[in-house]
């Protein structure tokens, strides 16, 4: 599936602070910018633009690196092979300046840090592909390796799965493996990270057919995984056992992103997961639950790490692709892709319920379904 075809993106991976805060926030049109979160004397929040930089291709994710103080970001423009796409480095110190720029396959939809910060992975979706670069990147840096992803014929959902799909590179708490949720061959592949930064494939975890497993996060302690699930709009709750050359994760829950475990309205695409103490979140695309806006499912974890659903509330946009929640855990910022806003969206620390929202301001243009 070619989803540049909805050509608009926003993400906000920071808040830096609860008050006076900064996010980055990247749009598909080609641009990164930065926004500034206020607390106004009166008690209410303002977003506004600060910064903006001209980038090209369409900046998909955002890692940001607090030490050196950089975003690395991928470009998912397709260009079928010919290198013309990027991995790019954009350096901020309140301005945002482009330091280096380094050349890769397209398609590319998220990246990670790994190897104490000296290597860079991304999963490049369509084109099936992870590659991997040696820190820092410059304009003549090339992939340390790629590692294309095969599967045997289309899966249960042909039009998505007619080829693996990786969507996330996740580090894995003990930093030893990376894990790939793979889309398209249904599929948690797992990599041990050698001292050269060199992926060794590990035996995958297999999802039921039609899963679609697109991004994962870990419990506070690191001994549980969470997978979100964009085809059976889902969340699955691993345990997850350790031996010196392997991981291996074992089935423990799964619930859907609804009230009562309903299946998804028709339409609906869930997209990235994130835990916060003892609850987790889902972004269900395009449920249209708060018409004209979609939601955020919410989930309280138990001592154990299983889920339980609290509510849905309102993403306060269309098509939230991407959230972040802040470290304070009193706001979380959600990236409506079509509608091209971000809100801030209240977040009770105690309870782990969602809204109101705080604030929103729309960057740069809307997209279409
Ligand atoms: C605004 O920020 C101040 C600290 O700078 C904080 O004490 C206050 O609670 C904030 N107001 C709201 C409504 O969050
Ligand atoms: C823009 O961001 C910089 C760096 O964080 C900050 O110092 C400045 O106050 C911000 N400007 C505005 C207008 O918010
Ligand atoms: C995928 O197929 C290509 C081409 O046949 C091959 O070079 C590569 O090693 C395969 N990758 C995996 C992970 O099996
Ligand atoms: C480690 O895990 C692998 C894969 O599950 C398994 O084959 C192997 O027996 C395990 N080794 C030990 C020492 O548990
Ligand atoms: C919730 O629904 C999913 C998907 O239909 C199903 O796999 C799962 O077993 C259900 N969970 C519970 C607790 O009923
Ligand atoms: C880590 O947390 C999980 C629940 O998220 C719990 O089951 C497990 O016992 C905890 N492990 C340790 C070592 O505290
Ligand atoms: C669930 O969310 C709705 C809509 O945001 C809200 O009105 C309601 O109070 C919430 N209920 C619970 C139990 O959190
Ligand atoms: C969080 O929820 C609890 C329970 O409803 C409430 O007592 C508390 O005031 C809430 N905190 C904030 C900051 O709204």
């Known amino acids: 599936m070619r989803r540049h075809s909805f050509s608009f993106l926003l993400l906000s991976p920071l808040l830096t602070s609860s008050h006076g805060a900064n996010l980055f926030v990247s749009h598909y049109s080609g641009t990164v910018y930065t ?3 206020s607390n106004n004397s009166d008690g209410a929040y303002s977003l506004t633009l600060n910064t903006s930089l001209y980038i090209g291709g369409q900046p998909s994710w955002l890692t940001w690196d607090s030490s050196t103080r950089t975003l690395y970001i991928p470009d998912e423009t397709e260009y079928f092979g010919t290198p013309n796409a990027w991995s790019v480095a954009a350096a901020t110190n309140g301005a945002l300046s482009l330091t280096g720029k380094a050349t890769a396959i397209g398609g590319g939809v998220a990246n990670t840090l790994y190897g104490n910060h000296q290597y860079l992975a991304t999963a490049h979706y369509d084109l099936s592909q992870i590659t991997t670069f040696k820190l820092p990147l410059t304009s003549s840096s090339t992939p340390l390796q790629k590692i294309a992803l095969n599967m045997t014929g289309p899966g249960t959902v042909p039009n998505r799965q007619n080829a693996a799909h990786p969507h996330e590179v996740l580090l894995d708490p003990t930093g030893a493996f990376l894990l790939v949720p793979d889309l398209g061959a249904d599929q948690i592949r797992i990599y041990q990270i050698g001292s050269t930064g060199l992926l060794t494939a590990c035996p995958s975890y297999f999802e039921l057919g039609g899963t ?21 709009n889902s969340v ?24 009562k475990n309903a299946t998804a309205p028709t339409g609906t695409k869930v997209a990235e997961v994130h835990v916060k103490d003892n609850f987790i979140y889902a972004a269900n695309r395009n449920d249209l639950s708060f018409s004209p806006s979609d939601s955020i499912a919410s989930f309280s974890l138990n001592s154990v790490g299983l889920m339980a659903f609290m509510n849905i509330t309102s993403s306060g946009g269309w098509h939230p692709r991407t959230f972040d929640i802040n470290k304070a855990g009193d706001m979380i910022a959600i990236g409506d892709q079509t509608s091209a806003n971000v809100a801030i969206v209240k977040r009770n620390i105690t309870t782990g319920e969602l809204g109101p929202q705080l604030a929103s301001l729309r960057v740069s243009t809307v997209g279409t379904a």
């Open 35 to 37: 926004l500034t979160l």
């Open 212 to 232: 679609g497993p697109r991004h994962g996060a870990f419990s506070a302690n690191g001994s549980i995984l969470y997978v979100a699930n964009e085809l059976s």
């Open 236 to 259: 699955h709750t691993f345990g997850m056992a350790y031996n010196n050359s392997r991981i291996t994760l074992k089935k423990l829950q799964s619930l859907t992103t609804f009230p």
